[in-house]
């Protein structure tokens, strides 16, 4: 077995956590993958994988290899999906992580045309909303919010909107339009998952922070967006978690002119030089969504 062949089981042992899930992702044996792995090591001088009876972990020297192969394969399968395509078109697959309400509000309306545009590009999108180290997991393109950090990695920030508070006409019908953010201590706020505390501006440009209560606590995006979209009560957020709704009218705005700027969204991906051409087309099918 060739030294290519050893690393790509290499990599999908790492990925699935084991030899069995590995060998079954592959089409192999268990004792191929781990007599390939074994072989690996031996020719490395190095450890790649701790193994006990029940699990096996990565090791240090190994996840450092890893990342290493993973760029590479990425690289490679790019490159030979050009030459397939006759570099006419993005081939091969994109992974991809997305926070799950920005990815549902925001990325999947808007996917089939992506598809479309890119037949023969393949994704494999997952949703998280914790960090996830997308060069250990093997993602191409991570988008996140708030301010990250992370040299290995290149960002691009897609969108800094403002935070905005917003309610169903029929609530803001039966229980009137605060004028100041003090008024919200006599109506119903519905407390997301960053908590009870929301952010305001004043008018002379200090940023205010004014504790909220009321009677739904919620700690999911999209479920604060419908139960506003209800009548529930009024809720805060990123302008793109309320865009659809804003613009059908199903919620609107209120307290504009206090409005604080939004927690950041970003786009992640690798460090590289050399961007592949099919995660450049991702990467501007995010830009071009998020205007």
């Known amino acids: 077995m060739n030294k290519f062949i050893a690393i790509r089981i290499f990599t999908r042992v790492a990925e699935e956590g084991g030899f069995t899930a590995a060998a079954t992702k592959l089409g192999v044996s268990v004792s191929t993958v781990t007599k390939s792995v074994s072989r690996l090591e031996d020719e490395l001088g190095a450890q790649l994988f701790t193994r006990t009876t029940r699990r096996i972990n990565i090791t240090d020297y190994g996840q450092a290899f890893y990342e290493r192969c993973v760029t590479i394969l990425a690289d490679l399968e790019d490159a030979e ?16 992580v997305l926070p799950f309400s920005f990815g549902r509000v925001t990325v999947m309306p808007e996917l089939p045309r992506f598809l ?51 309610a169903a006409p029929s609530y803001l ?37 004014l504790r909220v209560s009321g009677s739904c606590i919620i700690n999911s995006g999209d479920a604060l967006r419908e139960a506003a979209a209800a009548g529930i009560g009024l809720a805060q957020g990123t302008w793109w978690l309320f865009r659809k709704d804003l613009e059908s009218g ?42």
Not at 81 to 87: F, K, P, Q, T
Request: with cysteine.
């Open 81 to 96: 999906a050009e030459l397939r395509s006759g570099a006419s078109a993005p081939l091969g697959r994109v992974r991809v």
């Open 250 to 291: 199903a919620l609107l705005p209120v307290l504009e002119e206090y409005a604080d700027e939004g927690m950041p969204i970003s786009i992640l991906y690798s460090a590289n030089r050399h961007v592949p051409r099919k995660v450049r087309a991702f990467l501007d099918f995010l830009i071009e969504v998020t205007k």
């Open 173 to 209: 019908a039966r229980r009137g339009i605060p004028k100041s953010p003090d008024d919200l201590a006599e109506h119903d706020c519905i407390v997301g998952r960053f908590g009870p505390e929301w952010t305001f501006r004043r008018l002379d440009g200090q940023r205010h922070s």
């Open 116 to 166: 479309e545009r890119h037949p023969q590009i393949t994704l494999e999108v997952d949703f998280s909303d914790e960090a996830v180290d997308m060069i250990s997991k093997g993602y191409d393109v991570a988008v996140r919010t708030g301010e990250l950090s992370d040299s290995r990695l290149n960002t691009r920030v897609l969108n800094r909107d403002a935070q905005v508070t917003v």
